[in-house]
Structures are given as structure tokens and as C-alpha cells.
């Protein structure tokens, strides 16, 4: 008794018991160990887990203190089922006020852009965009 009990993701549980190593020089023992075969687990802030993909994480979030935290550290996670929260706040979800502004212009700007889809077709973003490579075009030559 007393061994770590280890429940694996393929839903094997296996009871970890020391493993012995020895070094050996013909009969002669030079080291021996004798060790659970685990590896240490590690904690990280959510600041360093940015760009990260997990397959799954224990998170706290009961000190989260500026806004996105909360998103950042929730979207690392592929799987709802690899969440696993142990501590939240009524901060963690805060938006900055800059991306609320954002995600506002962008709606406006999409709204826009299916009116002028149904209205004048799918052809007017072509010609649009031409017009817009000629502007940048026109600007090469002033610099």
C-alpha cells in the first residue's frame, strides 16, 4: 500500500511501484536506484501558456486580475473535457474595453458587408478590392 494509483487517458489504472535500476562493472554494483517511474508534473502562469495547445490542464483562476486572463488561460485547452477548474472569480471572464469596441466595428463591418453582398453581389468586392490595390499602388510611387 501507499504507491501512487495512476489513471491514464486510454482508462488504464495502474498502481506505481519503484522500479531498480544498478550500473554495473562485471559483478560489481557502482549505483543502484530504486524509483516510482513518474514525472514530475510543473505549474505555469497563464502569461506563459499563450500560443499554447493542451490536451488537458488544472486550472485557478480565482486570482485572475486583468481582462483576457480568464481567455486565455480557458481557450489552451482542446477539450472540455481536459478542463478541470479548481478555483474561479468573478473576474475571470473581464473584456478590455478596447476589444469590445473592436468586436463592435467588426459586427458593423460584417453587417455592412452582407447588405452589400445581397444588394449588389458578390462581384462588387472584386471590384472594391482592385480599387483598393490601385490606391496602395499609387501610394508606392509618392515614398
Given at each position: 500500500?501507499?504507491?501512487?494509483?495512476?489513471?491514464?487517458?486510454?482508462?488504464?489504472?495502474?498502481?506505481?511501484?519503484?522500479?531498480?535500476?544498478?550500473?554495473?562493472?562485471?559483478?560489481?554494483?557502482?549505483?543502484?536506484?530504486?524509483?516510482?517511474?513518474?514525472?514530475?508534473?510543473?505549474?505555469?502562469?497563464?502569461?506563459?501558456?499563450?500560443?499554447?495547445?493542451?490536451?488537458?490542464?488544472?486550472?485557478?483562476?480565482?486570482?485572475?486580475?486583468?481582462p483576457g486572463m480568464g481567455y486565455v488561460a480557458l481557450s489552451r485547452v482542446e477539450r472540455l473535457n481536459g478542463l478541470y477548474?479548481?478555483?474561479?472569480?468573478?473576474?475571470?471572464?473581464?473584456?478590455?474595453?478596447?476589444?469590445?469596441?473592436?468586436?463592435?466595428?467588426?459586427?458593423?463591418?460584417?453587417?455592412?458587408?452582407?447588405?452589400?453582398?445581397?444588394?449588389?453581389?458578390?462581384?462588387?468586392?472584386?471590384?472594391?478590392?482592385?480599387?483598393?490595390?490601385?490606391?496602395?499602388?499609387?501610394?508606392?510611387?509618392?515614398?
Amino acid at each position: 500500500g501507499g504507491w501512487p494509483i495512476v489513471e491514464f487517458e486510454n482508462g488504464n489504472t495502474v498502481t506505481m511501484k519503484p522500479s531498480d535500476w544498478q550500473m554495473m562493472d562485471g559483478e560489481t554494483v557502482l549505483a543502484a536506484v530504486s524509483q516510482v517511474p513518474l514525472r514530475c508534473a510543473w505549474a505555469i502562469t497563464i502569461h506563459k501558456s499563450q500560443g499554447m495547445t493542451l490536451d488537458s490542464a488544472v486550472m485557478d483562476l480565482k486570482r485572475t486580475f486583468a481582462p483576457g486572463m480568464g481567455y486565455v488561460a480557458l481557450s489552451r485547452v482542446e477539450r472540455l473535457n481536459g478542463l478541470y477548474l479548481t478555483g474561479v472569480n468573478e473576474r475571470m471572464f473581464l473584456v478590455s474595453d478596447d476589444a469590445i469596441r473592436l468586436d463592435g466595428e467588426l459586427r458593423a463591418k460584417s453587417a455592412e458587408a452582407v447588405r452589400q453582398l445581397a444588394h449588389d453581389g458578390a462581384e462588387s468586392f472584386v471590384q472594391r478590392q482592385r480599387a483598393h490595390e490601385e490606391d496602395e499602388f499609387m501610394q508606392d510611387e509618392l515614398f
